[in-house]
């Protein structure tokens, strides 16, 4: 991991994500701690399409949220202060930088801005 993505993971970790998560209509996927089983929830952004959730992770197969994904590809989505449940499907094959251009922009500048490895998720949704 460069300097860039240890800054970058740091000030997400312990300032953005624990306000994010505190905010009632933020968007969070929620997956299960590949170590520990316990649930952990991720603020992010991304669009629902009909019965699917698509977002891009900035760090690819780095990110913990991934890792946890590979694990356990069961998850759930609070959109719009509901929860949902669903499959995560990782889409390497997917041109990471269009579907950022298909999603709501203030994340996805973020998600440019500091990306290193782009990976495309979706989430099928079952409710």
Same mark, same amino acid.
């Given at each position: ?13 312990? !300032?953005?994500? &624990?306000?994010?998560? %505190?905010?009632?209509?933020? =968007?969070?996927?929620?997956?299960? $701690? ?17 019965d699917q959730f698509w977002f891009v992770s900035e760090f690819g197969e780095k990110s913990q949220y991934v890792r946890n994904i590979k694990a356990d590809p069961? !998850?759930?989505? &609070?959109?719009?202060? %509901?929860?949902?449940?669903? =499959?995560?499907?990782?889409?390497? $094959? ?34």
């Amino acid at each position: 991991m460069t300097a860039r993505d240890r800054v970058t993971t740091f000030l997400q970790k312990n !300032v953005a994500n &624990r306000v994010m998560r %505190r905010m009632p209509f933020q =968007t969070l996927l929620e997956t299960t $701690g590949r170590n520990s089983g316990e649930p952990r929830r991720t603020p992010l952004g991304g669009r629902r399409i009909g019965d699917q959730f698509w977002f891009v992770s900035e760090f690819g197969e780095k990110s913990q949220y991934v890792r946890n994904i590979k694990a356990d590809p069961e !998850v759930r989505v &609070r959109l719009k202060g %509901r929860w949902h449940s669903g =499959t995560a499907h990782l889409v390497p $094959g997917d041109d990471a930088r269009a579907r950022l251009r298909s999603l709501p922009q203030f994340n996805s500048m973020g998600v440019r801005a500091f990306g290193t490895n782009l990976l495309t998720v979706r989430v099928d949704l079952v409710d």
